[in-house]
């Protein structure tokens, strides 16, 4: 079973500096199969980066994904107010057949 | 567009079977490189993955609740049906269906569309 670790926990920050997220798999994921989404209180999730490193639909593009093996990040090169929020991570592939991260919360310093 | 809303009770007594109805519009679920997903969320927690179904009636659920879960389509309907047996308090919490992307050799598996979420209490 494949276990998403998502780092740190909670991310203060101000709004125009940058955000680094890490997600970490507990065994080698293909960057195919990994997405990250962001979850705003009393919303569902919405989609930003899949295949690791493609922007969905809309995305404005100070949102970045990269990595590979078991490291990846998620990065917002300067905030927004709309971007405090939580976010997770996701893998497709193994037993669970999906897995979420923990998440990241992303909070106004 | 695609659209997808989740329906069911709200209140649910333990032991009780939680039946969730998702309803979607904008794409049909005969269409290969489809499936769709049911997630859910206990409040203040993470997401957590319990159930997909694919265009060609494969299906797929989570490992530690697969003996509880059922998950069946009706494509002329365009929905999706989700029951879960013997509800216990720790299963409260917003249930989401998701419209799963596939694209790709190999393939990017992700869920692009989600539904509002229905809000399921667990209680006596």
């Keep these: 079973e494949i276990v998403l670790t998502q780092s740190p926990g909670t991310l203060s920050l101000s709004p125009g500096e940058r955000a680094t997220l890490s997600c ?11 997405a990250w989404y962001q979850q ?31 490291d990846f990040t998620l990065t917002i090169s300067g905030l927004e107010p709309e971007d405090f929020a939580v976010y997770y991570c996701h893998q497709y592939g193994s037993s669970p057949l999906f897995t979420f991260g923990p998440g990241t919360k992303v909070d106004i310093k | 567009q ?12 333990p032991t009780q079977t939680l039946t969730l109805t998702c309803t979607f519009s904008g794409f049909s679920l005969s269409t290969s ?8 969320q206990p409040p203040g927690k993470a997401l957590e993955w319990l159930a997909l179904i694919y265009w060609d009636d494969g299906n797929s659920y989570s490992p530690s609740l697969k003996s509880r ?30 419209h799963l992307r596939i694209v790709g050799v190999p393939g990017a598996y992700y869920f692009d569309y989600w539904g509002q979420g229905t809000v399921v209490t667990v209680s006596s």
């Design chain 1, 24 to 34: 970490r798999a507990s065994q080698s994921v293909s960057s195919s199969y990994v």
């Design chain 1, 40 to 70: 705003k209180p009393g919303q569902a999730p919405r989609l930003l980066i899949y295949g690791a490193s493609s922007r969905a639909t809309g995305i404005p593009d100070r949102f970045s994904g990269s990595g590979s093996g078991t």
């Design chain 2, 2 to 13: 695609i659209t997808l809303k989740e329906s069911g009770p709200t209140l649910v007594k």
């Design chain 2, 33 to 40: 490189g489809v499936g769709v997903g049911w997630i859910r």
């Design chain 2, 69 to 98: 879960l059922t998950i069946t389509k009706d494509t002329s309907k365009n929905q999706v049906v989700l029951t879960m047996t013997n509800m216990a308090p720790v299963d409260t919490g917003t249930y989401y269906c998701a």
